[in-house]
């Protein structure tokens, strides 16, 4: 399948939907606290993508070759889930890290984007490995431009990753997204420079990296007596996992992060100033850690 280039009118279509799925994990960010369950985070993000956004929520019911229909409006991935983790009744707890995934259809387009939240105090490990993910987001997203080459991005993201002493999960990736959920190209988080497909403007793909503070390696969900629900993935060695994710344009001049809204933690102070339609003044460069 070709990469698919979208006209002005499109990427328009696109930054609404994106910035409609960054305002729903705006207005979860208060309710990630201890003794909330996941399932009722679920419950409010579908209740604003569909009533108050006019939306619709692109994973309830997807169902790819190969899976279940996904079953819930959002993913949830807590401690050592990597990817796909389902809603449950689980109170979360101090300590806990999760990632929250959202992605809101808004007159066909899909804006896609997650975020990491500690919830509580969190330890120092914890912290620092959702501080270096987002981070590791960001060397990759810094690296899109017209010339430039998909292997550019990967290789930022793993080498940042890598020096900080983690690993870089490799079986899931980055992909296009726009009137389908997922498109060309494939964005991995690791490579070689100057390799793989050249970037230019009017691309759109999700950068996405899964960051794990052990090993690399990944399986099914099969602990204890749960079930395997057909998605959920965690670390082998289960330690944890985090992940970022924004939504990106190729522009004629370099990138604009789409899933952007008033309030996206701030970039990091080696990216440029402005980024998607809001400017950060360089006074708000604190650390983009989301905690609760």
């Given at each position: 399948m070709a990469i698919t280039l979208k006209s002005a009118a499109e990427i328009e279509g696109m930054r609404l939907a994106g910035r409609l799925a960054s305002e729903v994990l705006d207005m979860l960010t208060p309710h990630v606290k201890p003794g909330v369950?996941?399932?009722?985070?679920?419950?409010?993000a579908h209740d604003h993508m569909v009533n108050v956004q006019g939306g619709i929520p692109a994973t309830l019911g997807y169902q790819p070759p190969g899976y279940p229909a996904y079953p819930a409006s959002m993913c949830t991935s807590l401690n050592e889930v990597v990817c796909h983790g389902i809603p449950d009744d689980r109170p979360l707890k101090n300590g806990d890290i999760v990632n929250i995934d959202v992605t809101v259809i808004k007159d066909g387009w899909h804006g896609d984007n997650s975020r990491m939240f500690v919830v509580g105090e969190g330890s120092i490990a914890a912290r620092r490995l959702c501080q270096i993910t987002f981070d590791a987001m960001w060397?990759?997203?810094?690296?899109?431009?017209?010339?430039?080459?998909?292997?550019?991005?990967?290789?930022?993201?793993?080498?940042?990753?890598?020096?900080?002493?983690?690993?870089?999960?490799?079986?899931?990736?980055?992909?296009g997204v726009g009137k389908r959920f997922h498109e060309e190209p494939q964005v991995l988080h690791y490579?070689?420079?100057?390799?793989?497909?050249?970037?230019?403007?009017?691309?759109i793909f999700t950068i996405e990296p899964m960051i794990n503070a052990g090993k690399r390696d990944i399986k099914e969900?099969?602990?204890?007596?749960?079930?395997?629900?057909g998605w959920t993935i965690v670390t082998r060695d289960r330690s944890l996992s985090a992940q970022w994710e924004h939504t990106v344009l190729v522009t004629e001049t370099g990138?604009?992060?789409?899933?952007?809204?008033?309030?996206?933690?701030?970039?990091p102070?080696?990216?440029?100033?402005?980024?998607?339609?809001?400017?950060?003044?360089a006074a708000c460069r604190a650390p983009s850690l989301v905690t609760s």
């Open positions: 369950t996941t399932k009722e985070l679920d419950r409010l060397k990759g997203i810094v690296k899109v431009k017209p010339g430039a080459r998909l292997g550019d991005i990967g290789h930022a993201i793993q080498t940042f990753a890598e020096t900080a002493g983690f690993t870089v999960v490799r079986e899931f990736c980055g992909h490579g070689r420079p100057g390799t793989l497909e050249e970037l230019v403007p009017g691309m969900d099969r602990k204890g007596n749960r079930p395997y629900d990138y604009e992060v789409l899933t952007v809204s008033d309030g996206s933690p701030p970039p102070a080696f990216a440029p100033l402005g980024y998607g339609s809001v400017l950060v003044p």
